[in-house]
């Protein structure tokens, strides 16, 4: 450790060399006025030369003191606010005109300092939401199981199924928050391989037809036949498409029509899921993707929906490399559309 970085503040170290300085320039300027130039005898102004050396250090001090606050004051600011912020405190920003080294710190400091207040709201209200959704089906089962000890309800097939559906519907739930919860983290490795989406997704129109038959949707697979394949997970882009579809069906009254169409640009494929349904608000349109985010709450849980689903979808498209949006037209229906990258061996409509 040097001599300099035991003293406890930048303002004693900026004294300290300050007053260094400018001792050694008094004596080296007397000592070649007086002993090399021969100016003045050296020895007969022993008192003047002290009174200058101690009056130049002692002003150089007082300067280099007051530079030295106007310098650390950020510094200090940031070392109040990070204490602030160990006791869950984030919205402490420091203030600097400076464009040193120093205020490139300070404005570093800040934008980490928003990025946690934002991380720390998201956090808090992800547990709120994920206390909110949870609440709902235990409080559903749990009224139902007090009635039926009371004596109040009689353990009929409909209670038992309604029972049984809210506890399906707490199993999903879990899952999927599990199952976003892993996709966000990275923990769950791509397995890529080429896929052909054509087959895909009529794979998943057949299940969708299957698992919404009651909902009297017409089902339109426009995808073409010959499209390069992507390089992706199967898994994964499976359960994109199902979600999109469900949500298309679900949202779609009965008589309407859901439509998936697809088309290969360059380096991609674009996969559309297009229904005549009410459609979305543009207010709302960017916030679907939101986990728990849902336009209208009650009627999305009476359709079984758990407000996760096109968060997964994100999460899934976006760990891919690709993109996904919602375009709608409120009473005009909505068009969801995920964007994925050809295999790389792919030449442009040609597969490999
Ligand atoms: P949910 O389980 O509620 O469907 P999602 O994350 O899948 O959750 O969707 C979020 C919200 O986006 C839905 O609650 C709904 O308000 C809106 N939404 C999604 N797809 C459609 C659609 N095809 N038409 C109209 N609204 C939709």
Redesign the pocket.
């Known amino acids: 450790m040097t001599l300099l970085q035991r003293l406890p503040t930048i303002r004693s170290k900026l004294s300290s060399v300050i007053v260094f300085a400018v001792g050694l320039t008094i004596l080296l300027v007397l000592l070649i006025l007086g002993e090399v130039l021969e100016v003045f005898q050296i020895r007969d102004h022993v008192w003047e030369i002290l009174l200058a050396g101690a009056l130049g250090a002692g002003i150089s001090l007082v300067i280099s003191r007051w530079v030295a606050r106007g310098l650390t004051q950020p510094l200090r600011d940031m070392a109040v606010a990070a204490r602030k912020m160990e006791a869950g405190d984030y919205s402490q920003r420091v203030v600097t005109d400076s464009r040193d080294e120093v205020g490139r710190l300070a404005v570093a400091f800040n934008r980490m300092s928003s990025e946690l207040e934002s991380l720390e709201r998201l956090r808090r209200d992800l547990v709120a939401n994920v206390s909110h959704e949870l609440k709902t089906p235990i409080s559903a089962l749990r009224a139902h199981l007090e009635n039926l000890l009371d004596g109040v309800e009689d353990p009929d097939p409909e209670t038992l199924q309604i029972m049984l559906t809210q506890s399906e519907r707490l199993g999903r739930l879990v899952d999927e928050l599990l199952e976003l919860s892993r996709l966000e983290s990275g923990d769950v490795p791509l397995d890529r391989e080429h896929v052909a989406l054509a087959p895909l997704v009529t794979q998943v129109l057949s299940e969708i037809e299957v698992a919404r038959s009651d909902r009297g949707v017409r089902l339109d697979d426009a995808v073409p036949r010959d499209l390069p394949p992507v390089f992706a997970d199967r898994e994964r882009v499976h359960q994109v498409l199902f979600?999109?579809l469900?949500?298309?069906v679900?949202?779609?009254p009965t008589g309407g029509l859901v439509t998936v169409t697809a088309s290969a640009h360059n380096g991609s494929i674009d996969v559309a899921?297009a229904?005549t349904?009410?459609?979305?608000a543009a207010e709302?349109l960017p916030r679907?993707?939101e986990?728990f985010?849902?336009?209208?709450?009650s009627?999305?849980?009476d359709?079984?929906?758990?407000?996760?689903?096109?968060?997964i979808?994100r999460s899934v498209v976006e760990a891919h490399g690709g993109r996904i949006w919602?375009e709608?037209e409120p009473g005009g229906?909505?068009t969801?559309t995920f964007e994925l990258p050809l295999a790389p061996s792919t030449q442009w409509g040609r597969r490999p």
């Open positions: 979600n999109l469900d949500n298309a679900r949202f779609t899921v229904d349904g009410p459609g979305i709302h679907v993707f986990r985010y849902r336009v209208d709450a009627r999305s849980r359709d079984g929906g758990t407000g996760i689903g096109l968060a979808a919602a709608s229906g909505s969801f």
